[in-house]
């Protein structure tokens, strides 16, 4: 349907940052940006401001919501409480299935690197955060972090941009994770999940 298409390419400029927080857009400027009606643009739009990643309101029109550092804070928080547990869980029980999903996105990751392409970088790293929740298997905990993670993607493009040092040190964490994860070192596999996400969100300066 148009009206996803619509939402899934607003939304995506808005985590890479192609759309930066307090930009003001239109209706009109998006169809034409996305080369599309006004009707599917207005469904995307009112999806994304229940979701908060816009902000529409009479006086000030439509406009990209910036996050609060308070926001981004409560976000890495839940983050660190959710993520090292699951990865304590998966050790040594990884399905071959996602096994290999998880090869194949750190195989992405590492020609992103060489790329230089740090929104795809980015992207990839919350797939592999992820990957980790789906393998993990409670539907409940994927949905709500799903969410989360998307939050975090776009002060991490923001923060990660020009600056390769950090874009390898997360890969080198990712490989790290997925060593002790398929070894079945669940402490370690704890250990590396919180002090990947610790890190960035010390990158971030929350």
Known sequence: FLKDQAYDAIKQAILSGELEAGTLVSERSLAERLGMGKAPVRDAISRLNHEEYL?????????????????????????????????????????????????????????????????????????FHLEMLHAHGNRVIVQMMERICERTARVIALAFDGKQKHIERAFQQHQAIFQAIISGDAASAEKQVFTHIDSTKNILNY
Request: glycine share 4%; proline share 4%.
């Open 55 to 127: 902000n529409v309101s009479a006086q000030q029109g439509i406009v990209v919501r910036p996050f609060s550092r308070q926001e981004i804070s409560d976000t890495f928080e839940a983050r660190l409480i959710i993520e090292p547990p699951i990865a304590f869980r998966l050790a040594g029980r990884l399905s071959a299935t996602s096994r290999s999903r998880l090869e194949a996105n750190l195989s992405q990751q590492s020609r992103s690197i060489v790329d230089k392409d740090t929104v795809g970088f980015v992207r990839l790293d919350i797939e």
